[in-house]
Structures are given as structure tokens and as C-alpha cells.
């Protein structure tokens, strides 16, 4: 034992005369920002040690010695996205000690898309790829169009943004994404819009048809940045060029192909450009959802193009007056929607396609008058047609046509209202058939009573049937009764010539009737013929300031029906008035004042029940007024009956029981010679009443008390005259006996 124990203790002597090697290291983990920089590590060691580090961007020094130490660990900025993780391994022979390194990523915002949209707009998204926190902005001058919608997070994201549709050019807008700390890169988007194709289109017909020189009041905002539907003439849907209605601009040029690329028009209107020139492009029949088609009065020419048979929408189609020629596609009969074709005043030939007559099955006018390259036989065909169409007028008159009408016309839509063939080389006989249809029989013919039903015209005049005469005829007619040729040469205006009757001093036409006649001033010598009569699509007529127009109102003029005014003041007019006045029932405006006519007004103008405005002044008419009228007239609103020294007797009781639905009552029955006094019943009359004039008169009773309470006309009021001069008076001749009415107005 005791040799053990010394042995140990010989060992360990050994040992203890030696210092164990060590190694201490701290501290054991080390974390940088992404900026880098420089760290220190302290080593505590008694042995020769070596440094070694591993991990991108990281660097030691120095990478050796002896002992303590004190080491200098490096990491440069950061470069990759993503954190990062290195070691440092400092170790002998025996020892080893490891220090932990990471680093935070580098902030990154990458941006990646399509920088370039669509004028319509909508969403609109780019891809980020980023390990921070960011904000995105928007460009002031782009913060109209485009809305920032996206989300954000810390991982990955798309940036959402919701992009307006553009009215206007081309237009770009800067996005900005930013870091929030301000270290990673600014990423910056430059958006670029494209025109809106519409724009651009529209552009294209704008510089084609000299958009420059175009109607000012017409072109507004055109050729502007202000959004398409504001220019003038454009209607805009949902996006959608739907309307585009350029009358009247001054279009100059040939029409380009490129309109037939609005295909979502559903009206195009290029009427009243007469100086719009070339033909209807061949793609025409592209505009697939055209309802409207309108091209009046322009310098259009050459064919039809066939392809317009496409448009299975069309229900209105006007291309008159201009020189189109050639014939009508037989491909046009896929207009199967068709209602109203106007093709009149054209070069257009003959012949006329048969499907079309079997094809439109909802037509209601075919105008194809005034086409004198239109000849040989009128189309059979015509008379096989059928519609669903509440009316059917047809109207070739003044072409070429040869024959006769063809018996197949007899089976004509009995909706029909007008057939005009007049003016064409026509020689055979009316057939029966026709005489017989029950729109057009013989009477209605002879009569033309019936302003709503229009006649055949053949050159057979008085052969087989009393046919009527043509508008030119009438006015000619009209011309020749009231001395013409001596009219005042600055209103009589193409009269008496070949010229287009619509052309005629003071005359209007449409749809190839007289509507509008006014020969104020012309100077009219005579009586009123009783060709005045077949007018019968007048709705105004003005025989004014004719002091040597003489005789009666002829019965005929009752035959007016369509009559909405009627003037004739200062005239030589004389005699009774006609009853047969009482059948306007849509005449609003009845001024007869300043002429020799005489008699009663007759019971039956109760019958004009439109009535608003009635003068009857200065004239010889007498009494008593009908009390018909006083219950028939539901919308009059003044009554002129002043200045009439024949009519006497009482004042008429019926006028208090009027009634009206119009805004204001004016009476004026002053300067005549009615006797008694005023009715109590007056005192009923419609509180809209303004004027109630009866001076002038031989009155002698008091001013009844129900008068005098009137809220139009209380006494306050009449003696207040020069304090409000929209207030009018009761005046009899009895001043200062009953109440204190104004000495004059």
C-alpha cells in the first residue's frame, strides 16, 4: 500500500509542475445589423490557436496567435434578401471554441409587371418581392385614375390597383414603392395607358371629313383631352360609342372606311353634309347593331353596298337626296327588322329585288320617289307584301314607271295611308282591284275628306277616277285664284316655277304635304279659293296682313282638320263665318281681328274644344255669342272680342260658367255696345282670370258684389292700377259711382 500511494504522489508531482492548456471565448454569439460592421471577440488562452470563419460577408483578424487576444470580427453590408448565418472556429491542438455569427437581410423591394395597360382601365396588379416594410405611392397628377387597392405584408404581396378607363391620348403615372426605414432601394414604376381606341377612331373620321372647318356649335370638345361622351354629337354607354349623331357639322371628304369599326352604334346619323362625298364603305354591314341609319341631303354616291344586309336591327333607314345609284342589294332583304325606308331623290335604278317584299315584314313607309332612273313596270311583288306595321305608305311618284298599277296591288296591307305614283309615264287603267281596296276606294279619292288617307295618281285624270290633284297643282291653283303674279316679288320666292315646291316662298313641306303655309304680306288680290280645302295637312296657316284678300271664309276650310293655328288679321275678309269651322277640333290659335266679316259666331265652333287663343277684334260681328262655347272651350285662355260696335244686347251670363285648365283668363269685350250690366255669374269665373275689359259699353246696372269679390279683381286691385301693372281692370261707364276705377290704363 504504501508503495501505491507513492507512486501517485510521484505522478501527480509530475503533472502540477506543468499549467493545463485552456481556452476561453466570449462572447459565443455575435449578431449584425444589415449594415455590417465590426465586432470584437476577447480570447483567454495559454496555446497557440488559429481563427477560422465561415458565412458570407464575414471576415476575422487576425486569424492566429498565441494567448490572449483580442480578435476583430467583420461583416460587410448585406447583400442577399435573406438573413444570414456564418461561424467562427477558434481552436489548438486540443482546444476549440465556436462563436455563433447572423445577420439581418439586406431590405429588398423588387417591383416586376407590365408597364403598359389597355385604355379601358380596370385592375391592374405587379408582383413585389420584399423582406421589410414598404409604402406605395401614387404620382399626384395620376391619383385621378389610378386607386391603390392592394394589402400588404411581411412575406409577399401583390400590389392591386384599380385603373380608370381613358377618354383622352395616351398617359403615363409614377408609382412609387418605398422602404418605411429609407435603406432598401426606391422602386419606381412609370405606368403607361394607351389611348382609348374610340378616341382614336373617332380622330381618324375627325381628320378624314376636315374636322378642323366643322360647325363650331357642332364640334364641341372634339380633338380635345376633354373625355369623348362630352363631344358633341357622341353618346357613350358602358364604355361603347352608341350613338353618334354628326347633322349638320360641315363633314367634308370622302367617308372613310373606318366608321364601318364603331360596331356598337346603334344610330348613326350623317344627314345635312352636302359636301360629304365617296361611297358607303363595303363593311357597312359590319355595324351589326345599327337600328338607325340617317344620310339625308348629303353628296354620297355610287352603289349600295350589299353587305348591309347584315343588319338585321335596322328599322330605320333614310338615304335620300343624294347621288347614290345603282339598284337596292337583293341582299338588303335581311334587313328583316326594317320599318321606314327613305331612298328618294337619288340616282337609283331600277329594278326593285323581290325578296325584299317578302322579307320585311314590319315595313311602314317605302319612299322611293323623285328617282327618275327608276323605269319599266311598277314590281309586282309590292302587292305580296305583308306587315305587322300599323300603317303602310308607299310613294314612287315622279320617276319613270311604265304600264300600269298591277292588279297584285290589290292585296296590299288594308293599313295603308298612302300610295303616291303620280308624275310617272303610267297609261294603263286603274285595275279593280285596286279601285276596291278599302283604303284607297273611289270616294275617298273623289272626297278627300279623310287627311289621314292619301291617293293613287295615274295620268288618267277624270278617265276612271276623279283622281287628286298634286301639292304643286294645289298651290298653283291657289296662286293663279289670288293674283300671283303680282305678289311682292321678295315673298313669292320660286312660285310659279320648276323648282321644288318645298322651295316656295313661305311654304313647308313634309313627307311631300303642305304643312305650313303662311302668305302674310304677299299681297293676296281676291277671294279665298275652295282649293284651300284640300290642304288637308296644314297645321298652320297665316293669311295675314292681306287688306285686299276679300270675300268669305270658304265652307272648305272646315276640311282643315290638322289646322293647330289660323291666322288671318288686317285683312278685306267679309261675310258670315262658316260652321264648318267647328270641325278643328285641334286648332289652338284662331286670330281673325281687323276685317269687313260679319254675322254670328256659329254654334258649332264649339267643336274647336283645343282652343287657347281666340281674336275676334275691330270686325262686324254681331251677337248673341253662342252659349255652346262657353262650355266647349275647357282650354282658353284669352278671348279678344274688343272693338265690335254690332255686338249688343246683355253680356253673356254663359261666360261665368267657364271653366279652364290654362295659366291665365283674359276677356276683353271693351269699345262695343252692350247694354245692362255685368252678370253676377261673372263672379264664377276662373281665378287664373288676368283681364276683364268692358269699358266702353253702354252699362248701366252696379257692378254686382260677386264680381267685385273676385280675387282677381277686388277692389283693392282696380284701384291700385299704376302700383302693379300685371294686374288688369273691370271698367263700365259708370266711374266713381260704385267703385273708384282707374280714369285710364
Known amino acids: 500500500m504504501k508503495k501505491i500511494v507513492l507512486a501517485l504522489f510521484v505522478v501527480f508531482g509530475v503533472v502540477s509542475c506543468q499549467e493545463d492548456p ?44 498565441t494567448g490572449d487576444a483580442v480578435l476583430s470580427l467583420k461583416a460587410d453590408a448585406a447583400t442577399s434578401p435573406d438573413d444570414q448565418t456564418g461561424t467562427l472556429t477558434i481552436k489548438s491542438e486540443t482546444l476549440s471554441a465556436t462563436v455563433t455569427i447572423s445577420q439581418g437581410a439586406k431590405n429588398t423591394l423588387i417591383v416586376t409587371g407590365n408597364n403598359t395597360i389597355d385604355a379601358a382601365g380596370g385592375a391592374y396588379t405587379v408582383t413585389l418581392q420584399y423582406n421589410t416594410t414598404y409604402q406605395v405611392e401614387i404620382a399626384p397628377a395620376a391619383t385621378a385614375w389610378i386607386q391603390y387597392t392592394g394589402t400588404k405584408g ?49 380622330l381618324g373620321l375627325y381628320n378624314a371629313l376636315d374636322g378642323a372647318n366643322w360647325t363650331a356649335s357642332k364640334k364641341t370638345n372634339w380633338n380635345s383631352e376633354e373625355p369623348i361622351e362630352t363631344w358633341g354629337g357622341v353618346t357613350i354607354e358602358n364604355g361603347k360609342l352608341t350613338k353618334l349623331n354628326l347633322s349638320g357639322f360641315g363633314l367634308k371628304g370622302d367617308l372613310p372606311a373606318l366608321v364601318s369599326s364603331f360596331t356598337d352604334l346603334t344610330s348613326l346619323n350623317l344627314g345635312s353634309n ?35 344586309g347584315n343588319l338585321t336591327k335596322m328599322n330605320n333607314l333614310q338615304l335620300s337626296k343624294n347621288n347614290i345609284s345603282g339598284t337596292i342589294p337583293a341582299e338588303w332583304a335581311g334587313m328583316t327588322e326594317l320599318k321606314n325606308l327613305g331612298l328618294y331623290s337619288t340616282n337609283l335604278s331600277t329594278p326593285l329585288p323581290e325578296a325584299i317584299f317578302t322579307s320585311w315584314k314590319h315595313i311602314g313607309t317605302l319612299l322611293l320617289y323623285d328617282n327618275q332612273n327608276m323605269n319599266g313596270p311598277l314590281p309586282e311583288a309590292l302587292g305580296n307584301m305583308t306587315t305587322d306595321n300599323t300603317i303602310f305608305n308607299i310613294q ?41 281596296h278599302p283604303s284607297w276606294t273611289a270616294d275617298k279619292w273623289d272626297k278627300m275628306k279623310d287627311v289621314n288617307t292619301h291617293y293613287v295618281r295615274t295620268q288618267q285624270n277624270g278617265v276612271y277616277l276623279n283622281l287628286a290633284v298634286s301639292q304643286y297643282e294645289l298651290l298653283m291653283a291657289l296662286y293663279n285664284a289670288l293674283d300671283g303674279d303680282n305678289w311682292a316679288t321678295a315673298k313669292k320666292t320660286n312660285w310659279n316655277t320648276t323648282e321644288p315646291v318645298e322651295t316656295w316662298g313661305g311654304v313647308t313641306v313634309e313627307n311631300g304635304m303642305v304643312t305650313k303655309l303662311n302668305l302674310s304680306g304677299f299681297g ?44 288671318a288679321v288686317t285683312t278685306g275678309l267679309e261675310g258670315p263665318l262658316p260652321a264648318s269651322m267647328g270641325n278643328l277640333s285641334k286648332l289652338t290659335n284662331l286670330q281673325l281681328n281687323n276685317n269687313n266679316i260679319t254675322g254670328t259666331l256659329p254654334a258649332e265652333w264649339a267643336g274647336m274644344k283645343a282652343l287657347k287663343s281666340f281674336g275676334m277684334f275691330n270686325t262686324k260681328i254681331s251677337g248673341p255669342l253662342p252659349e255652346a262655347i262657353f262650355t266647349g272651350w275647357k282650354h282658353i285662355g284669352s278671348m279678344l272680342l274688343n272693338n265690335n260696335p254690332n255686338l249688343s244686347g246683355p253680356l253673356p251670363e254663359g261666360l261665368g260658367t267657364m271653366t279652364t285648365d290654362n295659366s291665365i283668363f283674359n276677356i276683353h269685350m271693351y269699345e262695343c255696345n252692350f247694354t245692362g250690366g255685368i252678370p253676377a255669374s261673372w263672379g264664377n269665373m276662373p281665378q287664373v282670370s288676368k283681364q276683364l275689359r268692358v269699358y266702353g259699353n253702354k252699362l248701366t246696372q252696379p257692378v254686382p258684389a260677386a264680381v267685385q269679390n273676385h280675387p282677381s279683381w277686388t277692389s283693392d286691385k282696380w284701384d291700385s292700377y299704376k302700383l302693379n301693372t300685371d294686374i288688369h281692370y273691370i271698367r263700365t261707364q259708370q266711374n266713381n259711382v260704385f267703385l273708384d276705377l282707374a280714369a285710364t290704363e
Not at 419 to 435: A, C, D, F, R, W
Not at 560 to 567: G, H, P, T, Y
Open 154 to 202: 411581411l412575406s409577399s404581396a401583390t400590389l392591386a390597383f384599380q385603373v380608370a378607363a381613358n377618354n383622352g391620348s395616351e398617359r403615363t403615372g409614377v408609382i412609387t414603392v418605398k422602404d418605411a426605414a429609407g435603406i432598401a432601394a426606391t422602386q419606381t414604376i412609370t405606368l403607361t395607358q394607351k389611348e382609348n381606341p374610340l378616341r382614336t377612331a373617332l
Open 274 to 308: 352636302p359636301n360629304l362625298t365617296g361611297s358607303l364603305p363595303s363593311d357597312m354591314g359590319n355595324l351589326v347593331n345599327l337600328e338607325s341609319f340617317l344620310a339625308v341631303t348629303t353628296g354620297l354616291g355610287g352603289q349600295l353596298p350589299a353587305s348591309m
Open 396 to 436: 314612287m311618284y315622279n320617276c319613270n314607271f311604265t304600264g300600269g298599277i298591277p292588279e297584285s296591288w290589290g292585296n296590299i296591307p288594308d293599313v295603308s295611308k298612302q300610295l303616291y305614283i303620280y308624275g310617272n309615264q303610267l297609261t294603263e287603267p286603274v285595275p279593280l282591284s285596286v279601285q276596291a
Open 22 to 65: 485552456r481556452m476561453e471565448v466570449t462572447p459565443l454569439s455575435i449578431s449584425f445589423t444589415q449594415q455590417g460592421g465590426t465586432e470584437n471577440i476577447s480570447v483567454s488562452s495559454n496555446v497557440t490557436w488559429t481563427a477560422t470563419v465561415t458565412g458570407n460577408g464575414f471576415s476575422v483578424s487576425p486569424a492566429s496567435g
Open 524 to 567: 293676296l288680290k281676291g277671294q279665298l279659293p275652295a282649293v284651300i280645302g284640300e290642304f288637308t295637312s296644314l297645321t298652320s296657316l297665316n293669311l295675314g296682313s292681306n287688306p285686299n284678300l276679300t270675300g268669305p271664309l270658304p265652307n272648305e276650310i272646315g276640311n282643315l282638320i290638322n289646322l293647330d293655328a289660323l291666322m
